[in-house]
């Protein structure tokens, strides 16, 4: 399951609501239950920049161990819908987070309550080192960098990509796209997060790379994380997923034709 | 031309500016910096013109300076010469600088702290030449004004050359060094000033003087209303607006930016020191602490607070301040704490300035009383960054992520079987007779070898291709694959680490944006960058001025705003979108701001058009209204697009190119591009 | 003639000074995007603060230390949460030129005029933190209240920079500097962030004011000369390295010691921010101008 054993759970020597929850979960072995509330439920969301109304009507649901992806053109709304469920921008509209509802707007809040969001271009510290990165994920769940360091989620987002490891006190805006992503990727895993928002995560990398990224998001699935995946071209995505959404012109709904799903995942992506 | 069928799609809002034309004419009384538009009519071919195109451009300075002169020559007459004249003078005097500064840092963004200190130039050195060397007053302002400007030209030369807040921290301490030296210099008065300076016109008694010598400042006061209210209606005006809204537009547009900087510091320079040299000759006294750091801040208080960009509030300013601390002991004594907390306020709760808060409460009355009616709701095509507006919210609080916003490529690829492919000159479709008329002659762009790293990362990796002949190109690959970043090297956005860019025979690589926008090259932005406050008119006419070149004292006397206006009236008809001409960037959709940018980017009639995702979060009907344009377009110039949408490329282009981790993986005409089996597995997602 | 050595001292002691004040406009600009010109009226608030305590009430030298500093630190505080935050974080959006710039300039008008309203154009110093006379090591003069600065000024660089390695926080912190958008991404709250550091470094500037103000004395508008000094130091520094803007201050006050020294004591000032703003207009790309906020 997610976590592990008790001695080496997340955050041992700080007391959060829900690192506690997440030991009791350890102990109560009936992992995902009919009874357990959706891991993400949006509904009626709406966001504007201004005047500007940049998501016009967002709804979806997204079981815990799911694999939700998002397709759509690019510049109309994938981007911003995951920024405003992540709380980085103000929205209307209810997000619930495990039967929890989330403040709009409130990124902080997201995060200790285990929804992280990996950024399109993935917006690192220039001048932070590859372990600072994966540190600083730790952020949501502790102040203390001991505590950080020694836990078990640090530990598992170092083990994520081993191509990383010789790179570890290499600074982040020295790396290759693809290093990057990996780095963002593990910053995000660092959190110990239930649910993983992530915004194109191939954006310029290579296929071999992309294919080892989809592979770690595909071993993150399988230990029970959430995944909610943005993407332009589905092809790839559609292989790795359970569901999808359709965001377009603002407006987001789950795709519930297999026929269209099928299409999509052999490679005919709308424009 | 093409008119889309429902004109809807591009626009948000029915209705001009939502000022309508009888408040529009405010605008004259406030010379603000809005052109007036009368309205398009049709005629009766459907050709579309301007309307009697409304009041000359000098006509709205001109009542506004000949309004204040008036005013304030009524002013001190009346007060004749008591202690309310001695302020109301020095109000006056304060206000010829605050109109230089309304012009430089209100308009212009241009960030300067050195008008204090010109000021005292100006009137110490009417001081000297006036006690030490008998020289007339009326002459010593006119010698130390030119020589203010003299002064200011290697200052701003150098200091305008750096971007970013160079010029603000060097003149933050010209205050405190001119103080240290004047205060131990005999010569100049040390700490006890100059005094027994001749009035600039006497009298009979002091206060007759006072009169006389008030009624001559009021008088220049008023010349220099008129002076800064042509130049901020004129074209450069326009030149100089779109420079403080983006400085990439600007650059790629053609205005020489590095030489408007310049004039403005010299001219913003000389104004104060002409409100200092005519202080001189109203006070008959100069001391140094009148030009302290502290009389800085009080000129940015009254700037700031009366009305920043409205020549209008920066006097109300002037005056309000000056009366208030001349008025109120206990304002005076303790000016820097009302000037700290007023600003503060200010700032705050209405960043425009006073003036501007009262403009917007009247129009609102207008509104409200005529029943005019709010602009429906924008329901624009949702789009994530790309539009107005939105890359303000993102970058709210701090810095950026210091990693290139460009794609980035992947250096770590390993082991592409398919190696670079040899260029050839794509065939060309078949075109009529009438535009293979025009042949092939010197290829308008060519790359060779060209290369571009961002910190670790490659974006762009020895790219060579040449594009020749008319038709639309285009330029392929996934997203990150390095095409925005190619896009820069050849506009001049960007200058390449290795390689050379060559445009229509002239190599172009060392050269500025600016250079390559005047050689022909004409580009749009992947995000639109429209002035929000200026119409469509006056965002696409930019592009038409044929002012570019020119000093900024001929914007005093002629403007060829209109001329620009007709010619960006024209490409606007080209686009489609010509019924928009009056309307504002933020009452468009994103389809209506594109248009606008192409029309831009055309009106100079260039030899190569760059545009970077045009059909970007445009819908099917959208697209093929922009597919006709571009088509027809491509009949004249050569056209290169980015772009993502591959129904599109196939449709259009003559020649595509297909760039992969930076690398030129495919050229080749568009039946080619199908099928490619590169092309298929990098940007199909199939095989 | 002055000996080298003493110069040399005393340019490191105003160094110190500008080094932590150019500390502090640094960090804080790395964190927010503002633009600090109020700190060393802070300095000249606690200087004056101390000394009036002291002076006026009598009181006890370390309680008026504590008193004023707590005073600072609280004032700091309702500043950011009234003014920077509406500023910050209001909905609008908000002009970044304006916000970087006039805020603090806007503060330290204010501050200077209160002091001016409370104090006219006496001068005031705050008693000596470590009395006696002035040491004699190895035939150079060293004043003790310069020990007591440089040494402070040297555990506080260290700290610092101890601080941003090793803690958790400290990496939050520049973070925040790196990258705004994604130190919200991982969670931390920037307003707080921007607000707990305008808050130390104001506290910390009042500290050094007091340890200053027995060498020179305060006015009213002491601050301002020294805070703009700092400010200039932190922009040859780009404004984002805090370590560099430590070094230029330090520089700045032997410079200065060295023009006092060897050209003329009375256009000391003058000649060298002349020689400053010389070096920026020549040399513009020293201020690391990638970094700073494009105004275009």
């Known amino acids: ?271 | ?687 | 003639m002055i000996k080298l050595g003493d110069l040399v001292f005393a340019g490191l002691t105003n160094g110190s000074i500008y080094a932590i004040l150019a500390l502090c406009v640094s960090v804080l600009f790395r964190v927010s995007g503002i633009i600090n010109f109020a700190v060393g009226d802070f300095a000249m608030v606690g200087a004056m603060g101390a000394a009036f305590f002291v002076q006026n009430d009598g009181w006890n030298l370390a309680l008026a230390i504590v008193v004023v500093l707590i005073f600072i630190g609280l004032f700091a505080y309702v500043f950011d949460l009234t003014v920077l935050r509406a500023a910050f974080e209001s909905r609008r959006g908000y002009d970044k030129v304006t916000a970087t710039f006039f805020y603090t300039l806007a503060l330290s008008f204010f501050i200077e005029g209160v002091a001016f309203h409370m104090f006219g154009t006496e001068v005031h110093a705050a008693p000596e933190l470590w009395s006696g006379y002035t040491l004699t090591i190895a035939g150079l003069h060293i004043q003790r209240a310069g020990v007591i600065i440089i040494g402070a000024a040297v555990v506080t660089g260290v700290g610092f920079a101890a601080f941003i390695q090793l803690s958790l926080v400290g990496k939050a912190v520049a973070a925040c500097g790196e990258n705004a958008f994604g130190a919200r991404v991982v969670g931390i709250r920037q307003g707080s962030y921007r607000r707990g550091t305008f808050v130390a470094m104001s506290v910390l500037a009042g500290l050094f004011g007091i340890m200053l103000s027995p060498v020179t004395g305060f006015v009213y508008n002491s601050g301002s000369d020294l805070g703009w000094t700092g400010v200039v130091a932190a922009a040859f520094a780009g404004f984002t390295r805090p370590g560099r803007a430590v070094l230029m201050g330090i520089a700045i006050g032997l410079a200065e010691a060295f023009i006092g020294g060897y050209i003329s004591t009375e256009y000391q000032e003058a000649f060298l921010y002349l020689g400053l703003v010389l070096i920026i207009l020549c040399y513009p790309g020293v201020l690391g101008a990638g970094n700073l906020v494009e105004v275009d």
């Open chain 2, 1 to 687: 031309m093409l008119v889309p069928e429902d004109p809807e799609t591009y626009c948000v809002a029915r209705g001009p500016t939502s000022l309508g034309s009888r408040a529009d004419q405010m605008g004259w009384f406030v010379s603000r910096t809005q052109t007036r538009e009368g309205g398009i009519t049709r005629g009766e071919h459907g050709a579309v013109t301007p309307a009697s195109s409304g009041p000359p451009a000098w006509r709205g300075p001109l009542v506004t300076a000949i309004g204040v002169t008036v005013v304030g020559i009524v002013a001190v007459i009346y007060l004749n010469g008591n202690f309310n004249d001695a302020e109301f003078v020095l109000a006056v005097c304060s206000g010829i600088v605050i109109v230089g500064m309304v012009v430089q840092v209100g308009f212009a963004h241009q960030l300067a702290f050195s008008q204090s200190v010109f000021m005292g130039f100006g009137a110490y050195g009417v001081a000297i030449l006036n006690t030490k060397y008998g020289w007339s007053v009326p002459l010593a302002v006119v010698v130390v004004t030119v020589a203010a400007a003299l002064i200011a030209a290697p200052l701003g030369a150098v200091a305008t050359r750096a971007p970013g807040f160079t010029l603000a921290l060097a003149t933050l301490l010209f205050p405190t060094i001119v103080t240290g030296f004047v205060v131990y210099s005999n010569y100049l008065g040390g700490t006890s000033g100059i005094g027994g300076i001749q009035a600039l016109w006497s009298g009979a008694s002091y206060s007759a003087t006072l009169v006389r010598s008030g009624v001559i400042g009021v008088v220049v006061l008023g010349l220099c209303v008129f002076v800064c209210g042509r130049i901020m209606q004129s074209g450069i005006g326009l030149e100089i607006a779109l420079m403080g809204a983006s400085g990439r537009a600007a650059g790629s547009v053609g205005v020489i930016a590095r030489r408007r900087r310049l004039e403005l510091f010299m001219f913003g320079s000389a104004l104060s020191a002409l409100g200092g040299a005519i202080y001189a000759g109203t006070q008959a006294f100069v001391s140094y602490t009148n030009f302290a750091d502290v009389e800085e801040l009080i000129l940015l208080v009254m700037l700031f607070i009366g009305g920043r960009a409205y020549i209008l509030g920066g006097l109300i300013g002037a005056v309000g301040i000056q009366y208030l601390s001349g008025t109120y002991n206990f304002v005076d004594i303790n000016l820097a704490i009302f000037e700290g907390v007023l600003l503060t306020v200010v700032l705050l709760f209405a960043p425009g300035g006073l003036f501007e808060l009262v403009l917007r409460l009247g129009r609102f009355l207008y509104r409200t009383a005529t029943g005019g009616g709010r602009a429906p709701v924008v329901a624009a095509l949702a789009s994530d960054g790309r539009g107005l507006g939105t890359a303000a919210i993102l970058s709210k609080g701090g810095t950026g992520d210091g990693l290139p916003e460009e794609d980035t490529g992947d250096s770590a690829s390993v082991g592409q079987a398919l190696g670079r492919s040899e260029h050839t000159v794509g065939g060309m479709r078949d075109l009529p007779a009438s535009f293979s008329a025009r042949g092939i002659e010197v290829p308008e762009v060519v790359c060779r070898n060209l290369t571009k790293r961002f910190g670790g990362v490659v974006a762009v990796d020895s790219v060579s291709l040449e594009i020749s002949g008319v038709g639309v190109h285009a330029v392929c690959g996934p997203n990150g694959a390095g095409k925005t970043t190619l896009f820069e090297l050849i506009a001049g956005g960007l200058e390449a680490d290795a390689g050379e860019v060559w445009v229509d025979g002239v190599d172009v690589s060392r050269k500025a944006a600016f250079e390559r926008a005047q050689l022909g090259v004409s580009r749009t932005l992947q995000s639109v960058r429209l002035m929000n406050n200026r119409t469509v008119l006056d965002n696409v006419a930019v592009a038409a001025l044929l002012s570019h070149r020119t000093f900024l004292p001929r914007a005093i006397w002629r403007s060829d705003l209109k001329e620009a206006h007709a010619r960006a009236l024209k490409a606007l008809e080209r686009v489609g979108i010509a019924e928009m001409a009056s309307f504002r960037p933020g009452q468009l959709t994103l389809a209506g701001q594109r248009l606008t940018e192409l029309a831009r980017a055309i009106v100079s009639q260039p030899k190569v058009l760059l545009l970077d995702e045009p059909a970007s979060g445009l819908s099917i009907e959208q697209r093929g209204h922009l597919a006709d344009t571009l088509t027809e377009l491509g009949g004249e110039m050569t056209v290169v697009l980015v772009e993502h949408d591959l129904q599109l490329v196939r449709d259009i282009a003559v020649e595509v190119f297909v760039l992969v981790d930076g690398r030129l993986r495919f050229s080749g005409d568009a039946e080619g591009f199908a099928e490619s089996p590169v092309v298929r597995a990098e940007l199909m997602g199939l095989g």
């Open chain 1, 1 to 271: 399951m997610i976590l592990d054993e008790r001695g080496r759970t997340a955050g041992n020597e700080v007391q959060w609501k829900n690192v506690r929850e997440a030991q009791r979960e350890v102990s109560e072995p009936s992992s995902v239950s009919t009874q357990q509330p959706p891991a993400l439920v949006v509904s009626n969301v709406h966001v504007t920049y201004g005047a500007f109304v940049a998501v016009e009507e967002a709804n979806l649901t997204v079981n815990e161990g799911d694999c939700i992806v998002m397709i759509g053109p690019n510049g109309n709304g994938k981007s911003t819908l995951a920024m405003a469920i992540a709380g980085l921008l103000q929205r209307e509209g209810t997000v619930h987070v495990f039967g929890e509802v989330a403040p709009p707007g409130n990124a902080p809040w997201m995060v200790r309550h285990r929804v992280s969001l990996v950024p399109e271009r993935r917006q690192l510290f220039p001048h932070l080192s590859v372990i600072d990165h994966i540190t600083l994920g730790c952020y949501a769940w502790t102040r203390s960098l001991r505590a950080a360091r020694t836990s078990h989620a640090f530990e598992e987002a170092v083990e994520l990509f081993p191509e990383l490891k010789p790179c570890h006190k290499q600074l982040a805006g020295t790396l290759s796209g693809g290093q990057q992503q990996m780095l963002a990727l593990a910053r995000g895993l660092s959190a110990n997060p239930r649910v993983l928002i992530i915004d194109e995560p191939c954006l310029g990398l290579a296929e071999v790379v992309s294919q080892r990224v989809y592979a770690a998001l595909k071993q993150l699935n399988n230990q029970g994380r959430t995944i909610l995946l943005i993407e332009e071209k589905p092809w790839r995505a559609l292989q790795i997923s359970n569901g999808a959404v359709r965001v377009k012109r603002g407006v987001a709904e789950e795709i519930t034709s297999a026929a269209e799903l099928s299409m999509m995942a052999a490679g005919g992506g709308e424009q």
